[in-house]
């Protein structure tokens, strides 16, 4: 059997991060994995501030590598960095907080939606995921990370998020409970956001740790698409429980797809399945299925890549009729058959993350 990057994630979900009742990839200390034939690099992150449980965590990792079949070569960084400061700890000159993964204690997942390519209907499934997750009966929330293109304010009938006196951002409430936080809520739908790379991160740093989110078991991020700075930086400086790879059935979409889904493997985030949108048309007078972009696809790019496959989205001018209005087809037409793919999609979502 090949070896994966999954097998290693597995395996080093079974050392404890030093100090703490979580282990390295629960705690997003895994940076880097990379699998060359038998030879296995890892990368990991160890926030303790002592040179000793770094090595202690290298040895560690090497241990467990080692002893996987497959692995004749292990080879582990281990960097120390500083540990995070108390709550209410003075900051010491202009330092800021170390990591994003602080503003965030009261959420229990973070999970990005991500593509390759623009076009495959990321912001509609990351909108659906976020509603049938709620259904579910789990506190969610929706960050509309795409700050170039932000259309969760559309998808969810849009709102003007307040402040709160200590300058923080209130979410607006949506459909389902979801909470949102889009900056097409914040600037006109017309004004183009033309910023360069520090201004876009300083965006999203912003909606990370000045939302008020709350307690959630769940926060969806709606990821631009491609493999840029939004996502490359989200993955470095907030712990992802795992990513939704988002395709259509074509083979330019696939090609897209992957590269997404390696990149996730190259940091170390775990990828929990594939889902295909635009899947196939269903005639509603014959009842005739056609598949517009072809077929199987998405299916076979899982499999190839050993990874989940979340199932397929039809196609349905209701979703796209909901996304306009600001009612997702979960909220306007729950029963029919899209719908239910998106159900099902969620509650595949929550049994990986349980």
């Not at 597995?10 to 990839?25: C, F, H, K, Q, Y």
């Not at 459909?175 to 936080?181: E, F, R």
């Amino acid at each position: 059997m090949p070896l994966t990057q999954d097998t290693v994630m597995t395996a080093l979900g079974s050392i404890a991060l030093p100090g703490t009742d979580r282990n390295l990839v629960e705690a997003g200390c895994v940076r880097q994995v990379e699998v060359d034939g038998a030879t296995v690099r890892v990368l990991i992150s160890v926030p303790t501030g002592n040179p000793a449980d770094g090595e202690a965590v290298r040895a560690d990792a090497v241990r467990v590598l080692e002893g996987i079949g497959e692995v004749e070569k292990a080879i582990v960084e281990a960097r120390v960095l500083p540990p995070p400061p108390e709550p209410g700890a003075p900051q010491v000159g202009s330092q800021q907080a170390p990591a994003w993964a602080d503003r965030l204690t009261d959420v229990r997942h973070v999970i990005a939606v991500a593509s390759g390519k623009g076009g495959v209907g990321k912001s509609t499934v990351s909108a659906n995921l976020a509603l049938g997750l709620a259904r579910l009966g789990r506190g969610v929330g929706l960050l509309d990370a795409d700050i170039y293109g932000p259309s969760q304010q559309m998808m969810f009938g849009g709102g003007q998020p307040m402040g709160d006196p200590s300058g923080k951002i209130v979410p607006i409430k949506a459909a389902g409970g979801v909470k949102v936080m889009s900056l097409g809520m914040i600037i006109d739908a017309d004004q183009p956001v033309i910023w360069r790379g520090p201004m876009l991160m300083k965006a999203l740093e912003q909606f990370v740790g000045d939302v008020l989110w709350g307690e959630l078991d769940d926060l969806v991020v709606d990821l631009p698409p491609g493999t840029g700075d939004v996502a490359l930086t989200l993955c470095q400086n907030v712990p992802l429980a795992g990513a939704v790879i988002v395709t259509t059935p074509q083979d330019v979409a696939l090609i897209d797809a992957r590269k997404a889904l390696l990149m996730f493997r190259k940091l170390g985030v775990r990828v929990l399945g594939l889902v295909e949108n635009m899947a196939h048309f269903t005639c509603p007078s014959c009842g005739h299925v056609e598949h517009i972009f072809g077929s199987g696809g998405g299916l076979r790019t899982a499999q190839e890549l050993e990874i989940p496959f979340l199932g397929e989205i039809p196609i349905d001018p209701a979703i796209v009729a909901g996304g306009d209005a600001g009612c997702p087809i979960l909220v306007e037409r729950p029963d029919s058959p899209a719908a239910q793919a998106f159900q099902e999609l969620a509650g595949q979502v929550a049994e990986a993350l349980a």
